[in-house]
């Protein structure tokens, strides 16, 4: 079972910046494909960054891009998302996941059945 610990979120004035880390403390496999996913009250969860450690591939949600920076540590099995110019409108649930291997659409999109998933952490933009 592949455990998760978040880190960072928290609460900030729109134009703020926050940092978020996920480690995956009980993963050993070389290759997986880790990011980060976020879930507003009565909106469907959505994809924000995911990063393929093998090769460094990334993906981002429009709305973040250029404003969101997903990077690795492999050293640590650890992702980190770096938050720039946050808005109201980045207020969710921010979840991380992982799923062993490489990254597919169905990661992107949530619905893998390998994905592993931490508990979440609360991030708050207030305008």
């Known amino acids: 079972q592949v455990q998760l610990v978040e880190s960072g979120g928290g609460s900030v004035q729109a134009g703020g910046s926050l940092r978020l880390s996920c480690t995956a403390s009980t993963y050993t496999g070389r290759r997986y494909c880790m990011g980060w996913f976020r879930q507003a009250p009565g909106k469907e969860r959505e994809g924000v960054a995911i990063?393929?450690?093998?090769?460094?591939?990334?993906y981002y949600l429009d709305s973040v891009k250029g404003r969101f920076t997903v990077s690795q540590d492999n050293a640590k099995t650890t992702v980190n998302l770096q938050m720039n110019n946050l808005k109201p409108e980045d207020t969710a649930m921010y979840y991380c996941a992982l799923r062993p291997g490489v990254c597919r659409d169905t990661v992107i999109a949530g619905t893998d059945p390998l994905i592993y998933w931490g508990q979440g952490t609360q991030v708050t933009v207030s305008s």
């Open positions: 990063i393929n450690t093998t090769g460094g591939g990334t």
